[in-house]
């Protein structure tokens, strides 16, 4: 979207909110905030919607991607966790 009479787009907004709370908060912040939204999500949600979603996102996922999509991130997943 272009800019009108001066006046930043929500994307422009959203985008320097981020980055300005990217400046002022570190790692710790992120995983407080994260671990909150998840105790809230699974308080409303039981078992049978995590499934549900996981296996929507697993078939959209696997419409979009080839095979070597999958060779690719299982290598540089095996990777990570041979260096910890």
Not at 10 to 39: C, D, M
Not at 55 to 80: L, N, P
């Amino acid at each position: 979207m272009a800019r009108n009479h001066n006046k930043m787009t929500r994307e422009e907004a959203g985008r320097l909110g981020g980055l300005a709370t990217a400046k002022n908060h570190g790692k710790q912040f992120y995983q407080e905030i994260g671990q909150k939204g998840g105790e809230a999500t699974s308080r409303t949600h039981d078992r049978d919607f995590y499934q549900e979603i996981g296996q929507k996102g697993g078939e959209a996922t696997s419409q979009k991607h080839d095979k070597d999509f999958y060779r690719k991130i299982g290598r540089k997943g095996g990777e990570s966790r041979n260096k910890t």
